[in-house]
């Protein structure tokens, strides 16, 4: 009698080997896919000539059918081989000319999905060796290395013209900026440096991205961390007014509303640029700030006080509070009082706004969800081979729509004026 444990284990070294790994449904699935896609390219072509196949047309004909073409085309769904159908076309200075299809571009050899994941692998920090032994299954080995180059090159392309697009068109009245650190490569070591990231707000709510760069050559340069820490690091005014230079050079016009985390060398750079746009500081880092002076023994008691604060109902509401909070910490803790002070009306310049608007002025939320999701989906691979690749990965996640952005709460009144601000009695 065989070995039950025995048996089993052969069904499984036979799972693995040879013919048992044909799949009747995904052979079933590519061949509709194949009737799917030539159906859609004959349809195509009857709309580009006004006539079905064998009907006479009335007047002069758009163009004539001239036969059919075998072609490779890669997809989500594998490798198909496809019957693609010609025609001579009536070309507008006389003569004729080759139907082009729209739906399948001459020279396109896979689809965009295909494409956006190979991208993303080698964006991910994976060679181009390794992106093609990870897709040789699911592809049937129809990605090789020159197809994974290819690919980046394309990608590489794209980013090169996103990073030049004329920005005249773009209403944006409000931007939200931030930095976040990632680890990369640099002269083969290990290095974080610093992405700073622009995010815009149209008059319509939706939230634009519009620059993403990364300070990789700042970091090479101050590679011990007492130097680069000194020199400000990779948020340095130097760095932040280049990003912004750039963006107004391609035509981007000067925003209603700036929110900032608050650091000192974005801060600068905006106020030498834009000194009469009211700048909001993000009152989720101030709130840590303020929880970094003060004992643990005081935190709950400071975030109550401050959550009361910033989240009153109206605007007279906050400037009592404020008034308050400062009596009371003066003597608890005068630190905090002072981390408080320092912001100044920079923290609560959301007043200014529509009430309906508070809420997405107030912090850098934005933003930070977009860190957090591109650390989350960079977080197995602990070195990223280059800055560009970093940026360039921020940038399409985004382009590719793996990630999202809603539209801002309060979107309906970006267009009102602003407020006036109300001066505010401090004193003690």
Same mark, same amino acid.
């Not at 159908?85 to 050899?109: D, H, K, N, V």
């Not at 977080?379 to 382009?399: G, H, I, R």
């Given at each position: 009698?065989?070995?039950?444990?025995?048996?089993?284990?052969?069904?499984?070294?036979?799972?693995?080997?040879?013919?048992?790994?044909?799949?009747?449904?995904?052979?079933?699935?590519?061949?509709?896919?194949?009737?799917?896609?030539?159906? !859609?390219?004959?349809? *195509?072509?009857?709309?580009?000539?006004?006539?079905?196949?064998?009907?006479?047309?009335?007047?002069?004909?758009?163009?004539?059918?001239?036969?059919?073409? %075998?072609?490779?085309?890669?997809?989500?769904?594998?490798?198909?081989?496809?019957?693609?159908?010609?025609?001579?076309?009536?070309?507008?200075?006389?003569?004729?000319?080759?139907?082009?299809?729209?739906?399948?571009?001459?020279?396109?050899?896979?689809?965009?999905?295909?494409?956006?994941?190979?991208?993303?692998?080698?964006?991910?920090?994976?060679?181009?060796?390794?992106?093609?032994?990870?897709?040789?299954?699911?592809?049937?080995?129809?990605?090789?290395?020159?197809?994974?180059?290819?690919?980046?090159?394309?990608?590489?392309?794209?980013?090169?013209?996103?990073? %030049?697009?004329?920005?005249?068109? *773009?209403?944006?009245?409000?931007?939200?900026?931030?930095?976040?650190?990632?680890?990369?490569?640099?002269?083969?070591?290990?290095?974080?440096?610093?992405?700073?990231?622009?995010?815009?707000?149209?008059?319509?709510?939706?939230?634009?991205? !519009?620059?993403?760069?990364?300070?990789?050559?700042?970091?090479?340069?101050?590679?011990?961390?007492?130097?680069?820490?000194?020199?400000? &690091?990779?948020?340095?005014?130097?760095?932040?007014?280049?990003?912004?230079?750039?963006?107004?050079?391609?035509?981007?016009?000067?925003? *209603?509303?700036?929110?900032?985390?608050?650091?000192? &060398?974005?801060?600068?750079?905006?106020?030498?640029?834009?000194?009469?746009?009211?700048?909001?500081?993000?009152?989720?880092?101030?709130?840590?700030?303020?929880?970094?002076?003060?004992?643990?023994?005081?935190?709950?008691?400071?975030?109550?006080?401050?959550?009361?604060?910033?989240?009153?109902?109206?605007?007279?509401?906050?400037?009592?509070?404020? %008034?308050?909070?400062?009596?009371?910490?003066?003597?608890?803790?005068?630190?905090?009082?002072?981390?408080?002070?320092?912001?100044?009306?920079?923290?609560?310049?959301?007043?200014?706004?529509?009430?309906?608007?508070?809420?997405?002025?107030?912090?850098?939320?934005?933003?930070?969800?977009?860190?957090?999701?591109?650390?989350?989906?960079?977080?197995?691979?602990?070195?990223?081979?280059?800055?560009?690749?970093?940026?360039?990965?921020?940038?399409?996640?985004?382009?590719?729509?793996?990630?999202?952005?809603?539209?801002?709460?309060?979107?309906?009144?970006?267009?009102?004026?602003?407020?006036?601000?109300?001066?505010?009695? !401090?004193?003690?």
């Amino acid at each position: 009698m065989e070995d039950n444990s025995t048996k089993t284990q052969a069904d499984g070294m036979a799972l693995f080997a040879g013919d048992a790994w044909f799949d009747p449904i995904e052979a079933g699935i590519r061949d509709r896919v194949r009737g799917f896609i030539e159906e !859609l390219l004959e349809q *195509e072509l009857t709309a580009a000539l006004g006539r079905t196949r064998h009907e006479r047309a009335e007047g002069e004909p758009a163009g004539y059918r001239n036969g059919a073409r %075998k072609r490779q085309l890669l997809g989500s769904f594998g490798p198909v081989e496809l019957s693609v159908p010609r025609a001579r076309m009536a070309a507008e200075g006389g003569g004729r000319q080759e139907w082009r299809s729209a739906t399948l571009p001459r020279y396109s050899r896979m689809t965009r999905q295909v494409e956006a994941l190979i991208a993303g692998a080698y964006l991910s920090g994976t060679n181009t060796r390794r992106v093609k032994r990870a897709l040789a299954a699911l592809f049937g080995g129809a990605v090789s290395k020159d197809v994974v180059s290819r690919t980046w090159r394309k990608v590489k392309t794209d980013w090169d013209a996103w990073n %030049k697009r004329d920005l005249a068109g *773009e209403d944006v009245v409000r931007l939200i900026l931030d930095g976040t650190v990632v680890r990369v490569r640099l002269d083969r070591k290990a290095t974080n440096i610093s992405l700073l990231v622009v995010l815009g707000v149209r008059r319509d709510g939706q939230k634009v991205l !519009l620059a993403v760069k990364n300070m990789g050559e700042g970091a090479s340069r101050f590679r011990r961390r007492s130097r680069w820490n000194s020199a400000g &690091g990779g948020e340095s005014e130097a760095a932040w007014r280049g990003v912004l230079d750039s963006l107004i050079a391609r035509g981007l016009r000067t925003p *209603e509303f700036l929110i900032t985390d608050g650091g000192a &060398g974005l801060e600068r750079a905006l106020a030498a640029l834009w000194p009469d746009v009211p700048a909001q500081r993000c009152t989720v880092h101030k709130h840590r700030n303020l929880l970094a002076h003060a004992p643990d023994a005081l935190h709950e008691e400071v975030s109550a006080d401050y959550t009361d604060m910033i989240y009153a109902e109206t605007a007279k509401e906050v400037q009592t509070r404020r %008034k308050a909070f400062l009596r009371k910490w003066r003597l608890r803790c005068p630190a905090v009082a002072t981390s408080l002070e320092e912001a100044g009306d920079r923290l609560f310049a959301f007043l200014r706004l529509p009430p309906s608007q508070w809420k997405s002025a107030r912090t850098t939320n934005a933003i930070e969800r977009l860190h957090e999701e591109f650390k989350r989906r960079i977080k197995t691979q602990t070195v990223l081979p280059s800055a560009e690749t970093a940026a360039m990965l921020f940038w399409a996640l985004l382009a590719s729509g793996q990630i999202t952005m809603r539209t801002v709460n309060g979107w309906q009144t970006l267009g009102e004026k602003l407020a006036d601000p109300a001066p505010v009695d !401090l004193a003690a």
